[in-house]
């Protein structure tokens, strides 16, 4: 409010008063009613990256109480979860939205974590499962279990109370410690 209050009526510092803060690092048209949707929109998970905009767009549309204010959403791609544009799109983001929700995988929604957090905007993770995310800062979410706990509820439907032996197969980097564990 400060940084938009001193873009529409700027004045030099009277003498004795502190220096004006940078008022474009202040963020004056970020806005907590604008969510940036940031997800692949090319390359194999393009079509997972639409869903899940479709599904937020309804959710943040339904049941909003008469006269609550409107919540914007910008939706912004990340090709194939590009490094580059999941850069410029957070840059686009922060001037814009407080709070950004993506991306769909962990390695890159790690990336993400840690630049929302260096920008000053809220993440929320609606599909990684890597624990590590929401440790990254304060201002990072993750939606759902993680990893150990999604096990240990599979290992209950697949094993009863019963003593089993059962296989694990798959690569090193799909079948995860805290899964394996």
Known sequence: LLARRLLAAPHAPRKGEPALPDVAALRPYASVFRIAALFPDQGEYAGYGRALRAALAEGLRSGRPAGAPLLELDTLGSGDSDPERVAAAVEDAAARSDVVVGELLSGPTLSLAT????????????????????????????????????????????????AHVVAIAGSAAGVRAEFAA
């Not at 590590?132 to 094993?159: K, S, W």
């Open 115 to 162: 630049a929302t957090r260096l920008a000053g905007l809220t993440l929320i993770s609606p599909t990684a499962t890597d624990e590590r995310i929401g440790r990254v800062g304060p201002g990072v979410f993750q939606v759902g279990p993680g990893a150990a706990v999604r096990a240990r509820a599979l290992a209950d439907v697949v094993l009863g109370h019963e």
